[in-house]
């Protein structure tokens, strides 16, 4: 018993050591770690708010959802990263801030779709 407090401890402390350097992060390292951890916190938001609104749509809206998202996937590769020979670069911040834009825009469908009815003509 004493075992696993003493794991639970250490790891609630780690969690908090982790959480405070991303506070000031003290290299390029650093800060792209807790970058991509809001990044993974965003993409799993904009999952779950696309699986939300696909569940409320009817059969067009799920096409038309789907043609949205690919779009939108598109949009922001072109926007966020670039291929060079032997490189492939990601703009995080880019990555992070539209995919938190896409979260919103497919949370406000919902909202939507339980207020007032789903309107496809939106998606």
Known sequence: MKRLLLAVLLSASG????NSACDKPKNDFDGLYCLN????EADRELNDNYQKLSGKLDADGK???KKGQLAWIRSRNESCSKLEPGH?????????DT????AQFLQDRVRECVSSGCQ???L
């Open 15 to 18: 969690a908090a050591l982790a």
């Open 63 to 65: 096409k038309a959802l």
């Open 120 to 122: 496809n003509s939106k």
């Open 37 to 40: 951890k809001v990044y993974q």
């Open 99 to 102: 995919t938190i834009s896409r």
């Open 88 to 96: 492939f670069f990601v703009d995080l911040q880019c990555a992070t």
